[in-house]
């Protein structure tokens, strides 16, 4: 698929089906953000994938979903948790903290992941000091940026136009789809 492609198609999803993610596209996810720029090329970053299943249940507990929907309509049940999770972390030993590594280091894999048909989530709302303690990270070396959920999509979402209010909050249609208001490409751009 094109790159442009991917990025017009890929939209959070936050349930996923059941279906383990094949451990060479987890390889090929997290060789993408290997390969991601870094200022520099210090390469802070150190990348964690997670598909033990019981490992995945014990962090499920540490992660909020979908904010913008407090009711829980959006949030998976652990029938329809991720069933791979990329730890991003920061060696403290190279920088304190890296958020455009890491920003490009995500969406690397993301796209990759889109590119495979495998759903994302990208997630900051998360129990950092939990998750590291059950991933038996070494916190005085790493600090955890954020993580990414990964799965084959269990949910629909798709880009509409902002409301004429202006309200960017996502809802679901009557056809039970997650509609993501986006603002108009004239609104956010300008060519000089």
Request: neutral net charge.
């Amino acid at each position: 698929m094109d790159t442009y492609d991917v990025i017009l198609k890929r939209r959070t999803i936050r349930k996923f089906q059941q279906k383990p993610v094949p451990k060479p596209l987890i390889l090929k996810m997290l060789n993408a953000g290997r390969l991601s720029p870094t200022g520099m090329n210090i390469q802070p970053l150190r990348f964690y994938a997670v598909t033990d299943p019981d490992l995945l249940k014990k962090i499920f507990p540490y992660t909020r979903y979908a904010g913008y929907l407090p009711d829980g309509s959006c949030s998976p049940t652990i029938d329809e948790a991720p069933t791979a999770v990329i730890l991003i972390l920061v060696d403290q030993k190279l920088v304190k903290n890296d958020d455009i590594a890491a920003g490009a280091a995500g969406m690397s894999i993301i796209l990759t992941a889109q590119n495979e048909g495998v759903a994302s989530c990208w997630m900051g709302a998360i129990d950092r000091k939990k998750i590291c303690e059950i991933c038996d990270v070494d916190t005085e070396k790493l600090v955890l940026h954020s993580i990414i959920s990964l799965g084959y999509p269990a949910m629909t979402s798709m880009a509409v136009p902002m409301h004429d209010d202006g309200n960017l909050k996502y809802c679901f249609d009557e056809n039970g789809v997650l509609n993501v208001p986006k603002r108009a490409i004239e609104d956010v751009t300008k060519i000089l």
